[in-house]
């Protein structure tokens, strides 16, 4: 069973790294599976203990803007701006990759997603490493991310040696991702908007989610927890002719009196801060069903969305 550990055993999970292994490390946004991004044998580990497809890239996680350098053929005045702006944050870049990360951390694409972590610990664990360390979520593939030590410990405790505590994650759900390999497109919504980026660069980002896979979190079905997700608007929850189900959960921004239900935040940003938390709680109570209301405003609106509509699928 994997071990939890402190920020002050962090060298710990430093040698770890550095001996090919994986290991449990927190972010702002979710948990992640790290492993050296260079190392081909430990990148196979983080697909083995996730199930996850061979061809599904991992995020490569760095200490600084100035170490991008390392990894792609050119950090574009584009990707100059986005970091001086959003890194160290939740926005992951895709950009023409050199030839130092290992293809089994790219799906064997030319491409390299990279992010600085904001979250202390991650970034501090960066900085020691002295290298890249790819990291996926820290969860079974498909499955809902993890948001705190003891989540990754419930999906992965048997498959990992080490944890990393952070305590929960402020932000909740992955990263934005935007390829920068052409015209500016978001892959997938996240901590940071399409608009925050369009103000940043002078463009109109372009809108990439749907269509082939070509990022984490692209696929049709993801982010999913044990029970049925129906999605709700709050007009058809509150409506006196409808009735909830006695064994059926209840996620929505308003009180519900029901025995299982969650009130919500109407704000995105903190709708988001809880969401995997809560499915989760619902799994561990075996809820077969959740009745879900989105958010209605905020910058992060479109990343709960396409959350639920994927928790959904």
């Known amino acids: 069973m994997a071990k939890i550990i402190t920020e002050q055993e962090l060298d710990v999970a430093v040698q770890a790294l550095t001996d090919g292994e994986v290991v449990g490390i927190p972010t702002e946004t979710v948990y992640g599976l790290g492993a050296d991004a260079t190392n081909p044998d430990a990148i196979n580990k983080i697909f083995e203990a996730k199930n996850r497809p061979a061809d599904h890239p991992l995020i490569v996680h760095i200490a600084s803007a100035e170490k991008a350098p390392l990894w792609v053929r050119d950090f574009s005045p584009a990707a100059v701006a986005l970091a001086e702006a ?114 940043v660069l002078g463009v109109e980002v372009e809108d990439g989610t749907s269509g082939e896979s070509r990022a984490p979190g692209m696929m049709k079905s993801h982010y999913s927890p044990e ?59 075996k809820v077969p069903e959740l009745l879900v209301v989105p958010p209605s405003e905020g910058d992060m609106l479109d990343a709960v969305l396409d959350r639920l509509d994927k928790a959904a699928s």
Do not use: Q
Request: proline residues 7%; hydrophobic residues 40%; charged residues 20%.
């Open 86 to 199: 959003f890194w160290p944050g939740p926005l992951t870049m895709i950009l023409a990759k050199n030839g130092r990360v290992c293809d089994e951390a790219v799906g064997g694409k030319t491409t390299i997603a990279l992010r600085v972590p904001s979250h202390p610990i991650a970034l501090k664990l960066c900085e020691e490493f002295d290298g890249g360390i790819a990291a996926p979520s820290a969860n079974k593939f498909g499955k809902v991310s993890p948001t705190t030590a003891t989540h990754v410990a419930d999906d992965l405790g048997d498959d990992i040696g080490f944890i990393l505590d952070g305590g929960k994650c402020d932000v909740g759900v992955e990263s934005t991702i935007i390829d920068l390999t052409s015209v500016p497109t978001i892959l997938r919504p996240g901590g940071v908007s399409a608009a925050e980026i369009s103000k």
């Open 227 to 285: 029970a049925k997700i129906k999605i709700l608007t709050l007009e058809e929850l509150t409506a006196e002719d409808f009735e909830i189900p006695e064994t059926s959960g209840v996620i929505a921004p308003v009180n519900v009196d029901h025995p299982l239900s969650w009130t919500m935040p109407t704000d995105a940003a903190g709708y988001a801060s809880s969401i995997y938390s809560i499915f989760r709680e619902a799994d561990y109570r």
